[in-house]
């Protein structure tokens, strides 16, 4: 079942966690692509007379969410296209890797709950089949 939203437990975790946990995450994104974006109601940004692809929705998210990384801190440690799967479901395959460093859980935190960073959500929600978000410390 394709997973797209972070649920509101997730974030209750996260959020707790920051109370008492300190120091720097990285966040994997594992991320597949729409072949069409699905805007639903709102009207499909693309400038073509095309539908705009799943990738081409992201990436005015990702425009978007990176315009919000410098002010908290954070910063692309990783994004590269995602070749195949090696170990794994052979049906979980993923178009595109990146990994986001923040300060802190804090941080990570203050940036996705902007206002002017939750108005671009929604091409990121358009572009994405699935994905996973996977959040790391200690390193």
Do not use: C
């Amino acid at each position: 079942m394709p997973s797209i939203d972070p649920t509101s437990e997730a974030f209750a975790k996260v959020a707790a966690d920051a109370e008492t946990t300190r120091g720097p995450i990285r966040m994997i994104n594992l991320l597949k692509f729409k072949d069409v974006a699905d805007y639903g109601d709102r009207p499909d940004p693309s400038t073509t007379g095309s539908p705009s692809t799943g990738a081409e929705a992201y990436a005015r998210y990702g425009a978007i969410a990176m315009g919000h990384f410098a002010p908290v801190g954070a910063t692309i440690f990783y994004a590269a296209a995602a070749d195949m799967t090696v170990i794994g479901p052979s049906d979980e395959d993923w178009d595109q890797v990146a990994i986001i460093e923040y300060p802190s859980r804090e941080k990570f935190l203050a940036m996705v709950s902007k206002p002017s960073y939750q108005e671009g959500v929604y091409h990121r929600t358009a572009g994405l089949a699935d994905t996973r978000l996977i959040m790391t410390s200690g390193f």
